[in-house]
């Protein structure tokens, strides 16, 4: 694909160089599968955007093709093996990296999805009659 054709996020023919070897090959009966390349551009801007899969871009073909191939990528481990592939040989220069990771989670309370039903007991609001 034309550098100057892809979106601002799209693989670049280097990434894609290095990524396609390590991708399962297209099934031999049946149908041919759509491009690699156009459905892994379309998983990535569901990854960055969050968006529901029907809303991907056109151009990443069918949402339920894009969809159906990284469920089924998922389940059999086709992205945990390019992802162990891609970093092998990444740990040369480890002594220089800096990883910092965030896993924060903020939780409300149970009681913080509803609205109170009386008010707190050193506030009583004018008319507010307590009831026992």
Partial sequence: MDEEHLKRHDLTDAEWSRLAPLLPAHPRQGH????????????????????????????????????NR??????????EMILDALRAGCD?????????VDSTVVRAHQHAAGARHRPPADVVPRGWHQRS
């Fill in 32 to 67: 041919r599968w759509n491009d690699h390349r156009l459905v892994i551009d379309g998983i990535f801007h569901r990854t960055r955007t969050g968006c529901p899969w029907r809303d991907l871009p056109e151009r990443s073909g069918n949402w339920k093709t894009v969809y």
């Fill in 70 to 79: 990284h469920r089924r990528w998922s389940a059999d481990g086709t992205w």
């Fill in 92 to 100: 040369e220069g480890a002594r220089d990296w800096a990883v910092a």
